[in-house]
């Protein structure tokens, strides 16, 4: 959150700098539990053809997880900067590669995220008024855009957002996953099992769809590198990260493997698929009267989810600025309120756009493969690191085993859907390379040795954004949690 000028900022600004373990794990289970465990069901059913090697590929997806969050604890420990993979790119193969990832982050992947979670808070929000047909397109998608436009402006307009906004809202996700957990044990132990016979029935077992199975179900386990985007503010990091995962990660497998069991013993396969809102469709089912409850906590989850979603964008650019790897229009803050106004108009613009791609899940495809390609060459940094630096200071050191598995399975996460999804793997790939033109010419080149115009057009976006938004350019070492006035330009 933006720190605020007066005292009781300062003040809140003090207790962020001291996350405790609990603390941790709360930020963990809070960012990981989103919209995903209420939408990506029907994507892994829709993929594996049948419930029992559904169910195998959300544990798949789970250990997968837990895998690459102990990765990411050395790394946090060992690389103590801010910027999760972006940071432990750039420390390991340099400037470029690092480029792409912050490129690849700011065209497609954050707002791609956004979409997906504002999709699916304006699908709960409405669906209720539906509960015998779909939701109207249009309305879902203008929905959508004014909650993104909402918490944009909210943002840019500084509101002191406490921390009563994300404890609502994680206590909201949490305890309408047990809600349906529970509701659907019951139905279990009443004898409602004939969904669970032949359970591997018409399963597909072809590569290229367990990918994109894949894909779905660790859509709802990322956020696992929440804290490594934090790892300057981390009590104790050395103890306190490690520890934070493996508690974390656990809880989160288990809630979801429950929670998907519950679905499958009240919904059969095609009722999942054709379900655009599967917990209410589940609530519809088994709750009665209390069935709003469901929607109601679903959207107040994403609600909280998205503008963290948006928070979290915003200092990226940040992190990206001060290595110089974006232009000074995007890092620059309101003269009053402290905003990054610019960086997130861009970024809700950018959301904006993909609201209007159809496909739900084909917006997961989109940037699940560029977010997996750069997640494994950032742990893949850790076996470089491991080789080329074999004395850097480890407080936490893993065997190679876990690292060299991750990657080949990113691997397997990033070839297999270059044959079963070519055109989605395509886009990813245009976006990511697309990069590499703009990374030559605005950062690679010398300053005399670019085209003139270039540097005009830069001028005259930076002047005329500085007068609309009453912005400023901030200096390369601004810290956006605690800014000092003294060092805005």
Same mark, same amino acid.
Request: proline share 4%.
């Given at each position: 959150m933006v720190a605020e000028a007066d005292s009781a900022s300062q003040s809140s600004i003090r207790l962020k700098q001291e996350i405790s373990l609990l603390h941790g794990v709360c930020l963990i289970v809070g960012n990981m539990i989103g919209s995903g465990i209420f939408i990506s069901p029907k994507g892994v059913l829709i993929y594996t053809g049948s419930f029992g090697l559904s169910l195998?590929?959300?544990?798949?997806?789970?250990?997968?997880?837990?895998? /690459?969050?102990?990765?990411?604890?050395?790394? /946090?420990?060992?690389?103590?900067?801010? /910027?999760?993979?972006?940071?432990? !790119?750039?420390?390991?193969?340099?400037?470029?590669?690092?480029?792409?990832?912050?490129?690849?982050?700011?065209?497609?992947?954050e707002p791609a995220c956004q979409a997906v979670i504002a999709l699916t808070f304006s699908t709960y929000l409405v669906q209720p008024f539906y509960p015998t047909c779909s939701a109207p397109y249009d309305a879902v998608r203008l929905i959508a855009a004014a909650i993104l436009c909402l918490l944009t402006c909210v943002n840019c307009m500084k509101v002191k957002w406490g921390a009563i906004l994300q404890v609502i809202s994680t206590v909201a996700k949490v305890l309408a996953l047990i809600v349906i957990i529970i509701a659907g044990l019951v139905r279990l132990a009443q004898g409602h099992n004939q969904n669970f016979e032949d359970s591997f029935k018409d399963s597909k077992w072809n590569p290229g769809d367990m990918a994109l199975a894949l894909y779905s179900a660790l859509y709802s386990y990322s956020g696992w590198d929440t804290l490594n985007f934090i790892t300057e503010?981390?009590?104790?990091?050395?103890?306190?990260?490690?520890?934070?995962?493996?508690?974390?990660?656990?809880?989160?497998?288990?809630?979801?493997?429950?929670?998907?069991?519950?679905?499958?013993?009240?919904?059969?396969?095609?009722?999942?698929?054709?379900? =655009?809102?599967?917990?209410?469709?589940?609530? =519809?089912?088994?709750?009665?009267?209390?069935?709003?409850?469901i929607p109601l906590s679903v959207a107040i989850s994403c609600y909280g989810g998205l503008n963290s979603s948006i928070i979290a964008a915003s200092r990226l650019f940040f992190v990206?600025?001060?290595? /110089?790897?974006?232009?000074?229009?995007?890092?620059?803050?309101?003269?009053?309120?402290?905003?990054?106004?610019?960086?997130?108009?861009?970024?809700?613009?950018?959301?904006?756009?993909?609201?209007?791609?159809?496909?739900?899940?084909?917006?997961?495809?989109?940037?699940?493969?560029?977010?997996?390609?750069?997640?494994?060459?950032? !742990?893949?940094?850790?076996?470089?690191?491991?080789i080329k630096a074999p004395d850097m200071h480890r407080p936490l050191k893993l065997s190679l085993f876990f690292p060299v598995v991750y990657c080949l399975c990113s691997v397997f996460l990033v070839v297999m859907p270059l044959y079963s999804d070519t055109i989605n793997c395509l886009v990813g790939i245009a976006v990511a390379l697309s990069g590499a033109p703009?990374?030559?010419?605005?950062?690679?080149?010398?300053?005399?040795?670019?085209?003139?115009?270039?540097?005009k057009i830069q001028d005259v976006v930076s002047l005329n954004t500085q007068k609309l938004c009453?912005?400023?350019?901030?200096?390369?070492?601004i810290d956006l949690d605690n800014v000092d006035p003294g060092k805005m330009e």
């Open positions: 195998i590929v959300w544990a798949i997806g789970g250990l997968f997880s837990v895998f /690459g969050a102990l990765c990411y604890a050395e790394l /946090g420990t060992t690389i103590r900067k801010s /910027g999760a993979s972006y940071a432990y !790119i750039l420390e390991s193969f340099g400037g470029f590669l690092a480029f792409l990832r912050l490129w690849t982050s700011l065209l497609i992947v503010e981390i009590k104790n990091p050395e103890r306190n990260l490690p520890l934070s995962i493996a508690i974390s990660m656990p809880i989160v497998t288990v809630i979801y493997i429950m929670t998907n069991i519950a679905y499958y013993v009240v919904m059969d396969a095609d009722t999942i698929i054709n379900s =655009d809102a599967v917990a209410v469709t589940f609530a =519809d089912e088994v709750l009665g009267w209390a069935r709003w409850l990206g600025s001060r290595e /110089g790897h974006l232009p000074n229009v995007l890092c620059m803050i309101h003269v009053k309120r402290f905003t990054p106004i610019p960086a997130l108009l861009f970024n809700g613009a950018m959301a904006l756009i993909y609201l209007c791609v159809s496909d739900l899940l084909q917006l997961i495809n989109y940037f699940s493969f560029n977010y997996w390609l750069f997640i494994g060459l950032s !742990i893949g940094s850790q076996i470089y690191l491991r703009v990374y030559y010419i605005f950062i690679h080149l010398p300053a005399s040795s670019r085209p003139a115009f270039l540097g009453l912005c400023c350019v901030t200096s390369s070492d």
